[in-house]
């Protein structure tokens, strides 16, 4: 593992991440802390300058190990990890939901959750089952809201998809890391509950994806608008790097996890898939890296780009 991955676990299977532990049961709340290594708390303390005045700057440190996870101002307010569990409790009461992965990236500076809602499962295309999740991810540091929403997961290859892009309820939320921040959440339970039920409208944007065709140039073109900023598009080394991600979803649209299924192959359905399975399985160094770009960084942005750009297509 590299330096990115800390801690985790999975149920029953790895996801296409492949990080943390497999484990045969969703855990509880309480398990679940445990076994993704999160059971830590993080205090603010004061800086101060070298000669010894204090600063309104304070270091957000971990009580176990005294690492120092980033920083924060007089205002700001850790969300600690029993807090990011604990959102989930009345969730897992019903019955309809349960944890499936959980962990932290980057020593501790951020940690995500990730909870199954059991009942909104379908089918886009016939054999291709598509998988509704919310996740919460945190950062203990200042500039990083909390961001609590859905996230689909196509099961065939385990990769994530934006498909409730369009729908303001559904969107990644974000919550400032201020005095209340645990009554914030509270509120995005309610939003959440309202939206799990527009998975079945959700699920109707790829079955439109899927009945329309695409060609070599929809191709080209998607990967130029979804890859580049236009205005670099005629330099050497931008044209080298469009010629290879072109290439490999291509590849990924012919042979990739799925592609063989009935009603993919040639499709826009096809062509998103394709892209999610590049930037899950391809697009960074090693999974932890690819995990964060795709959850926390720039490949979150863009998977929901190229939702967006082809269903208005």
Not at 70 to 80: A, S
Not at 241 to 270: C, P, R
Not at 307 to 312: D, K, V
């Amino acid at each position: 593992m590299s330096h990115e991955f800390e801690s985790g676990f999975l149920v029953k299977e790895a996801a296409w991440h492949k990080l943390g532990r497999v484990i045969e049961e969703a855990p509880t709340v309480e398990e679940g802390i445990r076994l993704a290594g999160l059971d830590w708390k993080v205090n603010m303390e004061k800086l101060f300058l070298a000669d010894g005045r204090a600063t309104t700057q304070r270091a957000v440190v971990r009580e176990t190990d005294k690492s120092i996870l980033g920083y924060g101002g007089e205002n700001w307010t850790p969300l600690q990890n029993v807090a990011a569990f604990g959102f989930f409790n009345d969730f897992l009461k019903t019955g309809e939901v349960q944890l499936e992965t959980a962990g932290s990236l980057r020593q501790g500076q951020r940690i995500w959750v990730l909870a199954k809602i059991k009942s909104a499962k379908g089918e886009a295309v016939k054999g291709d089952p598509i998988q509704r999740y919310f996740m919460l991810s945190n950062a203990h540091t200042r500039g990083i809201a909390v961001s609590v929403g859905f996230t689909d997961v196509r099961i065939v290859c385990k990769n994530t998809l934006a498909i409730a892009e369009g729908s303001t309820s559904s969107k990644l939320l974000r919550v400032t890391h201020s005095a209340n921040v645990a009554e914030n959440l509270d509120e995005v339970k309610r939003i959440i509950n309202f939206s799990t039920k527009g998975f079945q409208a959700d699920l109707q944007k790829m079955e439109r994806l899927a009945k329309t065709r695409i060609n070599k140039k929809d191709i080209q073109n998607f990967v130029e608008v979804i890859f580049f900023d236009p205005r670099t598009l005629d330099t050497k080394r931008t044209q080298n790097k469009l010629s290879f991600i072109t290439d490999k979803i291509n590849q990924l649209i012919e042979e990739g996890l799925g592609a063989d299924i009935k009603g993919v192959k040639g499709t826009a359905y096809g062509l998103y898939q394709a892209t999610t399975e590049y930037l899950t399985h391809y697009d960074g160094k090693d999974y932890e890296q690819r995990l964060d770009k795709l959850w926390n960084g720039a490949n979150k942005t863009r998977n929901e780009k190229a939702l967006g750009y082809l269903l208005a297509a």
